[in-house]
């Protein structure tokens, strides 16, 4: 079921007044169906993995508890590994790598065809699977409680706000709010729906927006002038944000209505000055995952200048690499891994040379944010294009810098309008920076009236509930 479809519309009060009208362990068992209800809506098959993996490390997790000795601790931490691992294996990254292999064996001769596995990759697969594998390994670690009631833990890792694209809720954060009941608030209520409507123009209105011109730019680059293709990278990189941002808000919010807190996914990436601040405001759940997870287990800072290059360069590879199964997502997180070394290389002289030359720290801080975004958006078109012959044939237009007058670009309407949405977004999130809006609107009623219908009238005006799926769905 998608946040943008007629179902869903339907779907949401429903389970509202079912979730108030209930309490204790009826409204768990009423949050479990309904999510079971909700990820099973494409494909009733996708509920027997997610309840495997449930089954697995409950079990894994008592398991880990009770057992004394830390070698079988670590026995049954590996058996939660190798199967959520394998799952990922299997449904998403077999035949990628099966191909791979291929491909390299192809050129000294070999020509049989591989045997690809006939699957669906599961919607959401790689969220669940990370959310289950750290509440394994924080049990492991001994950071948190073990969670012996099967509904309360079945209805963490399926819980359906966050189920398909995440946030990524660790267990530390999900499973003591699902041990109370969350009275109705209207505060609480209402500063989820705002956040909810939020989400919404995010999606419909300026990702979807969006959309089609991306769509046509990366799909024949060719046949769009340079400052076209340009605009249309640009776009991508406004539309990814907006598309999961958006999903972010919309799944955060759903929680605040209903009493729970998801923390913060998207704090207004583009602003950051530098790529580490810019992986702190990014997909942070997923961001802070890799660190807790991979990076420091890795040795982190702690080995020495090289260490660290390399720690760095295999969490962003790793990282990409979780985004799909394509060569274009590895070369992206190598890119942003190679930012980050560069970064750390050059940072500190860079500082010096501003104190030296006294440069204004506006017209500094304005610099490396542009730097940083430019950067992102030359990594974006890797992770946009279905393939390195997109990827070079964008660039390669763009490179050319053949035809960049302004009454070169094509779709000038389309454009335009593109424009006039990204310009609405960044003002309200300019604006968002220098006003606490949650008091503002919550503690003025005819603002927040103002506001929510503001909201209302940009989505119906531009947006479409088309179903358009969200683009990290297929993560």
């Not at 057992?67 to 998403?92: D, T």
């Not at 909810?196 to 024949?220: E, H, N, T």
């Not at 040795?299 to 274009?328: D, E, Q």
């Not at 810098?401 to 309407?413: E, F, G, N, T, Y």
């Amino acid at each position: 079921m998608l946040f943008n479809s007629i179902p869903f519309l339907v779907f949401l009060p429903l389970f509202l007044v079912a979730y108030f009208a209930t309490r204790g362990t009826a409204r768990i068992v009423v949050c479990l169906a309904a999510s079971y209800l909700f990820y099973g809506w494409w494909d009733w098959r996708f509920l027997g993995l997610i309840a495997l993996s449930t089954g697995i490390d409950y079990s894994v997790g008592i398991k880990i508890v009770e057992a004394e000795a830390q070698a079988v601790k670590k026995r049954w931490l590996m058996l939660s590994l190798v199967s959520n691992l394998g799952l990922l294996a299997v449904f998403k990254y077999f035949n990628f790598f099966l191909d791979s292999v291929y491909r390299a064996t192809a050129v000294f001769g070999f020509s049989e065809s591989p045997m690809f596995l006939q699957v669906i990759l599961p919607v959401g697969i790689s969220f669940y699977t990370f959310q289950t594998l750290s509440y394994s390994i924080d049990l492991y670690r001994g950071s948190i409680e073990v969670e012996r009631n099967l509904l309360r833990f079945a209805t963490y890792v399926a819980f359906f706000p966050q189920l398909v694209a995440g946030p990524i809720v660790r267990a530390s954060l999900l499973l003591p709010q699902l041990k109370r009941d969350h009275p109705f608030l209207w505060s609480g209520f209402l500063l989820g729906l705002g956040q909810v409507l939020l989400g919404y123009v995010k999606k419909v209105a300026i990702a979807d927006s969006l959309a089609p011109f991306v769509d046509r730019v990366f799909d024949a680059p060719e046949a769009f002038t340079p400052i076209s293709v340009a605009i249309g990278v640009f776009f991508y990189a406004f539309q990814i944000y907006c598309d999961f941002s958006g999903y972010s808000d919309i799944a955060i919010g759903l929680a605040r209505m209903l009493g729970f807190d998801f923390g913060v996914n998207f704090d207004t990436p583009y602003f950051s000055k530098s790529f580490s601040e810019f992986w702190t405001r990014w997909h942070i759940s997923l961001s802070s995952w890799l660190r807790d997870y991979l990076y420091i287990p890795l040795g982190g800072n702690r080995g020495g200048t090289l260490k660290t290059y390399r720690n760095l360069s295999l969490t962003m590879l790793l990282g990409g690499l979780w985004h799909g199964a394509s060569w274009n997502f590895v070369v992206w997180g190598a890119l942003h891994g190679l930012y980050l070394v560069v970064q750390r290389l050059l940072g500190p002289s860079y500082g010096r040379l501003v104190d030296r030359l006294r440069v204004p720290r506006l017209v500094s801080d304005g610099l490396m944010m542009l730097v940083v975004f430019l950067l992102t958006c030359f990594a974006w078109i890797f992770f946009r294009s279905p393939d390195f012959s997109t990827s070079a044939e964008v660039i390669a237009q763009i490179a050319s810098l053949d035809s960049l007058r302004p009454a070169d670009i094509q779709l000038k309407v389309t454009v335009l309008k593109g424009f006039l949405l990204i310009g609405m977004l960044v003002a309200v999130e300019v604006w968002s920076k220098r006003v606490v809006l949650p008091s503002v609107v919550l503690d003025r009623p005819v603002f927040r009236t103002l506001a929510y219908a503001a909201a209302l009238w940009i989505i119906f005006l531009f947006g479409a509930f088309d179903g358009g799926r969200f683009i990290y769905f297929q993560f």
